[in-house]
């Protein structure tokens, strides 16, 4: 069955998009026109308005448009849903921001503690990897989609635990915890050993462990996160009965594709990272290299001259 028969509502989450909308006005009045009201603001580099527009954009494609819908149908794309989201969106967030309005946050002191406690790197891993395995396993993921508020609790919660995850990577602030040249590289590794066992057991099992993405009735009902019930009541007599009516490929194989999904994406994603932070650090260590071998020089021609 087409998609369509959800309305336009739940194709396109009208509110999300409107509420996207007002972030990045805000974000550009805050940035440029209300800058000069900022003590130590800097301009927008075209960096950060192309880290922040695209954070934006590929929040509202996982979470907005009929991504987020097929999301609920299919454990598959939930879990592609979730590497944009944690892997993709949370950093290029980050690196949007420009460090004169981080620094603006921190100065409330709660935001600062939070960040300061939850941003070190072994706190960190641990809060994501908890966090992302919690969300995931069988009874949790269930229950969480059977309620608006807590769905969204969960949801806003993993999202922040990416953030905290990234923070040390790619944060270029002052006084912030960071992590510099192969440590980084270890904390991606170490990372990606974590959350290695969540995708294993989701990988491996052989039976269906998801109720609301095989149980008709379960999945009817988590499916009222993002289809007006309305909609629902009056689909109800089409005779939709789970989300085999919206896909050829059985439970468990659709669970497994999300497994390895998030994994593999994981990596590829891991791997960019990694290759970029040894191109940096490698060209770091070769132009310290050459200062310190030109002071060397200077410092022997300046004996030599005086001797």
Known sequence: MPLSIFGFRALWSPWFFLSLVAVVLLYFLITVMWRHRFEGSTPLTKNQIIFFLSSMTLLYIVKGSPVDLLGHILFSVHMGQMVVLLLIVAPFLIMGIPNWLWRKAFEIKIIDRIFRLFTNSVVSLMTFTIAFSAYHYPMILDFVKLSLPLHALFTTT????????????????????RLHGLKKIGYIILSAILVTPACALIIFVDVPVYETYSSGEAWLQAMALCVPAGTLSGLAGLGISGPEMFT????????????ILMKVGQELIYIVVIGKIFFTWASDERANADEITKQDLIKNHNMTTHG
């Open 158 to 177: 993993i999202f922040l635990s990416a953030i905290f995850l990234w923070w040390p990577l790619v944060n270029t602030l002052e006084g912030q915890p």
């Open 248 to 259: 050829n490929m059985t439970t468990v194989s659709d669970q497994k594709l999300g497994g």
